[in-house]
């Protein structure tokens, strides 16, 4: 089974910062990984597809990048509506979640 | 636009069997995989079971492999998830999710819509 290493499992920022979020496949996994974001009580919310591909509707500040067994999240221009929990899916063999990294407010 | 909506859950004793419902709408179920999705209290999400849109080819994570059976009938739009042996570790809200197509149809392997989720309570 593919495993998902996420870091940090929480990460504290303010209002217009930049935050990375970083996801480790235990091995290769090309660029099969999404980015979902879910808030409390809400359903995920696909972000990133293809390791880098936006989803159609997602803001440009939220950037996608790796392939093979490193990923990255990237959330520019932090806003109020992003304070919330991030997921990576490997979906190249089977499906595994990251443990998820909860965003708050610094 | 696509819905999806689970039913079924509710409080079991462990040991017990349950079978959840994902009724889908707005969009030709027949052409694309579905998934069970889970989420335990206050913990993260964990795939627990696929089939692919033809139901010919199921695939399970192995903490409810041999216990769940995933299953659709595409003359009714709905996803099946039937499970035995329930465990107190089984308790989680348990959401169907659609996989998503590229433009030529074929499975892209990640989830694009989800359900609001349907709970499931193991407990004595």
């Known amino acids: 089974d593919i495993q998902m290493t996420q870091s940090p499992s929480t990460l504290s920022a303010s209002v217009g910062d930049s935050v990375t979020i970083t996801c480790r496949a235990s091995?290769?996994?090309?660029?099969?990984l999404a980015w979902y974001q879910q808030k409390p009580g809400k359903v995920p919310k696909v972000l990133i597809y293809g390791a880098s591909s936006l989803q159609s509707g997602v803001p440009a500040r939220f950037f996608g990048s790796g392939s093979g067994t490193q990923f990255t999240l990237t959330i520019t221009d932090l806003q109020p509506d992003d304070f919330a929990t991030y997921y990576c899916?490997?979906?190249?063999?089977?499906?595994?979640f990251g443990q998820g990294t909860k965003v708050d407010i610094e | 636009d696509v819905q999806l909506l689970e039913s079924g859950g509710g409080l079991v004793q462990p040991g017990g069997s349950l079978r959840l419902s994902c009724a889908a709408s707005?969009?030709?179920?027949?052409?694309?995989?579905m998934n069970w999705v889970r989420q335990a209290p206050g913990k993260g999400l964990e795939w627990v079971a696929t089939i692919s849109a033809s139901g010919a080819s199921p695939y399970y994570a192995e903490s409810v492999n041999g216990r769940f059976t995933i299953s659709r009938d595409n003359s009714k739009s709905t996803l099946y998830l039937e499970m035995n042996f329930l465990r107190g570790d089984d308790t989680a809200i348990y959401y169907c999710a659609r996989d998503n197509v590229d433009d030529s149809g074929i499975p892209r392997g990640y989830f694009d819509y989800w359900g609001q989720g349907t709970l499931v309570a193991v407990s004595s």
């Open positions: 899916l490997q979906y190249y063999n089977y499906w595994a």
């Open positions: 707005k969009f030709i179920f027949g052409r694309f995989a």
């Open positions: 091995q290769s996994i090309t660029e099969d």
